[in-house]
């Protein structure tokens, strides 16, 4: 069997989609894998159709390893995010298509099940303690036993994760005559298209101070039944964490998500030195080896990179592998801004492996429903994904075209003096 064309596709269905399928030379046989890196999805378009396209046409799309490895060493100048979330798009249509072949879900190519569905947690937010309580009984109400919870902190400018609360502050951010805002973010606001990047305004001590309060609300109100997370969005220095982890100590937090930036991996040992918080990491890895040292010095319980950018599902199985004989647990990246085929991906690994810990999903709208069908099913508090052959995902390329790429930036952050600060 061979490869016989790579088609990239781009498509907004209410956010930025980069799709690709491959083709065989057997009649009707593809797979679809998703190249989606929010933000910067030009630049791994342009990279899967000028640089990598070329490499695929006539390989056997059997040899998943050997492609792998070929993208990965083969370009001298390997991984980085535009690299590796091209290579995860060609991974997961590989998988896909030997699944077809095969006739037998990804899951099943992995070892088979070990458990009947994913656990999955969804995300709530609000302005205050009252309105993340409501929202947390609204995520338990819908079935969810994990829930994420983030909460505007006072005196900041649309914090990361409260939605609506974000947006709140953003008028009162653009009434308060401050002069950074247009100064330094060209006046744009989350999702509008064109516009520079929006800025949030944001500070570490009114942080610290908020986020326990918010958790001993949420255990007084709520109780013990649910289990409860917070995600730091990588902005503390490693004495901050540790002091948060600690705080957080009575609140028995699933885990605390991304309290330092990606770089130094040793600060991690700060962290752990003073709390038995469960910590996770992962979501701007982009390979095994920036796991490792937080596998082997058990200086995290779950690691949470992202299918979508760390090379597919060839590296997720490895990275799962070495967390099994440290403890660790996976936690797989899995927000709105990657495609149902990594979603789908994330889930048939879930399934797969024994360490699995917990799986983030969203509810796709209608729309992405029409052009990327086949996402993984939330039920009861679990994932699931059916038994068809491959990863159970497609697109409908007549649909694609109808909604065009939309240039869009993530938020970024910026301290009360106007200085950059991690988003
Ligand atoms: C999460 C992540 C996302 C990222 C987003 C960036 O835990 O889901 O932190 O919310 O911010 O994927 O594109
Ligand atoms: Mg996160």
């Given at each position: 069997?061979?490869?016989?064309?790579?088609?990239?596709?781009?498509?907004?269905?209410?956010?930025?989609?980069v799709?690709?399928?491959?083709?065989?030379?057997?009649?009707?046989?593809?797979?679809?894998?998703?190249?989606?890196?929010?933000?910067?999805?030009?630049a791994?378009?342009?990279?899967?159709?000028?640089?990598?396209?070329?490499?695929?046409?006539?390989?056997?799309?059997?040899?998943?390893e050997?492609?792998?490895?070929?993208?990965?060493?083969?370009?001298?100048w390997?991984?980085?995010?535009?690299?590796?979330?091209?290579?995860?798009?060609?991974?997961?249509?590989?998988?896909?298509?030997?699944?077809?072949?095969?006739?037998?879900?990804?899951?099943?190519?992995?070892?088979?099940?070990?458990?009947?569905?994913a656990?999955?947690?969804?995300?709530?937010?609000?302005?205050?303690?009252?309105?993340?309580?409501?929202?947390?009984?609204?995520?338990?109400a819908?079935?969810?036993?994990?829930?994420?919870?983030?909460?505007?902190?006072?005196?900041?400018?649309?914090?990361?994760?409260?939605?609506?609360?974000?947006?709140?502050?953003?008028?009162?951010?653009?009434?308060?005559?401050?002069?950074?805002?247009?100064?330094?973010?060209?006046?744009?606001?989350?999702?509008?298209?064109?516009?520079?990047?929006?800025?949030?305004?944001?500070?570490?001590?009114?942080?610290?101070?908020?986020?326990?309060?918010?958790?001993?609300?949420?255990?007084?109100?709520?109780?013990?039944?649910?289990?409860?997370?917070?995600?730091?969005?990588?902005r503390?220095?490693?004495?901050?964490?540790?002091?948060?982890?600690?705080?957080?100590?009575?609140?028995?937090?699933?885990?605390?998500?991304?309290?330092?930036?990606?770089?130094?991996?040793?600060?991690?040992?700060?962290?752990?030195?003073?709390?038995?918080?469960?910590?996770?990491?992962?979501?701007?890895?982009?390979?095994?080896?920036?796991?490792?040292?937080?596998?082997?010095?058990?200086?995290?319980?779950?690691?949470?990179?992202?299918?979508?950018?760390?090379?597919?599902?060839?590296?997720?199985?490895?990275?799962?592998?070495?967390s099994?004989?440290?403890?660790?647990?996976?936690?797989?990246?899995?927000?709105?801004?990657?495609?149902?085929?990594?979603?789908?991906?994330?889930?048939?690994?879930?399934?797969?492996?024994?360490?699995?810990?917990?799986?983030?999903?969203?509810?796709?709208?209608?729309?992405?429903?029409?052009?990327?069908?086949?996402?993984?099913?939330?039920?009861?508090?679990?994932?699931?994904?059916?038994?068809?052959?491959?990863?159970?995902?497609?697109?409908?390329?007549?649909?694609?075209?109808?909604?065009?790429?939309?240039?869009?930036?993530?938020?970024?952050?910026?301290?009360?003096?106007?200085?950059?600060?991690?988003?």
């Open positions: 069997m061979k490869i016989t064309e790579v088609r990239v596709i781009v498509t907004c269905p209410g956010r930025n989609y799709i690709l399928k491959i083709m065989t030379d057997t009649p009707g046989l593809y797979g679809v894998g998703d190249a989606t890196l929010n933000g910067r999805e030009l791994v378009a342009s990279a899967l159709e000028n640089h990598i396209a070329p490499l695929l046409i006539g390989r056997d799309p059997d040899s998943i050997d492609i792998w490895q070929s993208l990965f060493r083969g370009t001298y390997r991984g980085g995010p535009v690299l590796m979330t091209a290579l995860a798009g060609v991974d997961t249509a590989l998988w896909d298509i030997k699944g077809k072949r095969a006739g037998l879900p990804v899951y099943s190519l992995l070892g088979g099940k070990t458990r009947l569905g656990l999955a947690y969804t995300h709530a937010g609000g302005r205050d303690v009252s309105e993340v309580e409501d929202s947390v009984r609204e995520k338990i819908q079935g969810f036993k994990v829930v994420r919870a983030q909460i505007a902190i006072p005196g900041t400018v649309g914090t990361y994760g409260v939605g609506g609360a974000g947006e709140a502050s953003l008028a009162s951010w653009k009434n308060s005559g401050t002069p950074w805002q247009d100064e330094l973010s060209g006046g744009g606001e989350w999702g509008d298209g064109g516009a520079m990047p929006y800025v949030e305004r944001w500070e570490p001590t009114p942080y610290l101070h908020t986020i326990p309060k918010l958790f001993a609300h949420l255990r007084d109100k709520i109780g013990w039944d649910v289990e409860l997370f917070h995600d730091v969005h990588e503390l220095t490693p004495i901050q964490a540790a002091r948060l982890a600690k705080d957080l100590e009575p609140y028995r937090l699933f885990f605390l998500e991304d309290p330092l930036r990606p770089e130094h991996k040793e600060s991690f040992r700060i962290i752990r030195q003073h709390s038995t918080t469960p910590l996770a990491m992962g979501e701007l890895f982009h390979t095994k080896w920036d796991c490792l040292p937080l596998i082997s010095e058990q200086l995290i319980d779950f690691i949470r990179c992202d299918l979508g950018h760390i090379g597919g599902i060839t590296e997720a199985k490895k990275i799962a592998a070495v099994e004989c440290y403890y660790v647990q996976t936690a797989w990246h899995g927000p709105g801004d990657i495609a149902p085929p990594t979603h789908a991906a994330n889930v048939h690994l879930d399934l797969s492996v024994p360490n699995f810990g917990v799986q983030e999903m969203v509810f796709f709208p209608d729309i992405v429903q029409e052009v990327l069908p086949g996402a993984p099913t939330f039920k009861d508090g679990y994932l699931h994904v059916t038994d068809a052959p491959g990863l159970g995902t497609d697109i409908d390329e007549e649909a694609a075209k109808k909604y065009p790429y939309e240039r869009n930036y993530l938020p970024m952050t910026r301290r009360a003096d106007g200085s950059t600060h991690d988003w």
